[in-house]
């Protein structure tokens, strides 16, 4: 199939749907003809490299539609794409109004996050759902009962990352090290303050360290964050300049991950046992294979919530990580079964090519019927972006 990704590019824009776009399309590129066009004010540095990587078109004003829309055009008479697949709303609600793809059938892939707070969100001649949460609810909304559906959770290759000797950054192997990767000063902060909570524990007995990698959202807000951290006299180190683009990188360093969404799906595929956060609890909670489905239901986000066994016996489980090299080696095994069970990108191709073929049957919705359906997120778009 002939197969291209928009996706809306502005900030840093290194968040993690621009890590999924760009691993699923290496996968499904192996087998199909695979293109990505990025829209907005900026390029994302995630596809550097990326052979699937076309273009940005550039786009900070409605009447860049105009550019944008004739681009487009130019290139698809050479692609010829079988389908398009949007990796955000707001590429879905530019894509939905550009007359170059009024012929083509146009997917939105849903990456996560919280279900929608009203019972109609945006339509696509087809919906793909990262996380079972979403999942869930689309399937039992009616209004969306005839547009095909599916759970794909799979989106994260192997990490290849540096080893010590590689980087400035040297490991060091006689203290247990945790690591946690996230935007700073803005989403996540509850994560980060469990985090800092579970070290003051910890410090008491063990000899523990926590990395924090990020790019900072909001000064401020990080400053104060840090202050905390400071006031504690936490054992902490921040690392938040530009090599935190890629701070999966420095997982190397870690001997535990405190993980969100992608972040503790990219540790799994290294066997690094994975603590996520739980909005019933104020550290965070080791995921195994018995308490994994419950966690994995959220999409492993600030929206977790510990069943009563994990909180009966979530810091001794901890400690043990440290002090019990058996017990480490176990819940690495039991996470690295869970990453080719559950997120492995290298088996993503054929059930992304199978739903494409359904969507491309299905002829539910004709474009002026999705532009209707769409028309008030299209609209809010486009406003934001009129001077």
Sequence with gaps: MNIIFLIYSQGKASGGHYHSCNQISKEIRKQNKVSIISLGPNASPVFDGNLAFKEHLFYTKVIDLFKVNYELNEYIKLFKPDIINCFDTESLNIALVLPALFKHKIILTKCGGPNPKRNRWQFADGLLLFSYENFEWFRNNLVYKNIPLSLVSNRVSRLEILNSSQSEERK??????????????????????????????????????????GRIQNENRFENLKKIAERKRLPVKFITDERASTASQFLYLGDCVIGTGRSFMEATSL?????????????????????????????????????????????????????????????????????????????????????????????????????????????????????
């Excluded at 989403?187 to 070290?199: H, P």
């Excluded at 001794?316 to 819940?331: A, R």
């Excluded at 919705?365 to 359906?373: A, G």
């Design 172 to 213: 060091i192997t006689d203290r247990f090290n945790f690591i946690r990767i996230s935007r700073l000063g803005g989403a996540y902060e509850k994560t980060l303050e469990d985090s800092f909570r579970l070290i003051e524990k910890l410090m008491v007995k063990h000899n523990v360290f926590l990395y924090v990698i």
């Design 271 to 387: 066997g690094i046992p994975s603590l996520t956060p739980a909005e019933n609890n104020d550290i965070p909670i080791l995921v195994s294979k018995n308490n994994f489905n419950n966690f994995f239901r959220t999409n492993f986000s600030e929206r977790n919530l510990a069943d009563a066994d994990s909180l009966k016996n979530n810091l001794k489980n901890i400690e043990n990580l440290i002090s019990d090299s058996s017990y480490y080696n176990k819940i690495s095994n039991d996470t690295i079964n869970l990453f080719h069970l559950h997120f492995d990108a290298g088996i993503v191709s054929e059930k992304y090519i199978s739903f494409y073929l359904k969507c491309i049957e299905s002829n539910k919705f004709k474009k002026i019927q999705l532009i209707w359906l769409n028309l008030p997120y299209i609209i809010r778009d486009l406003f934001k972006n009129l001077l």
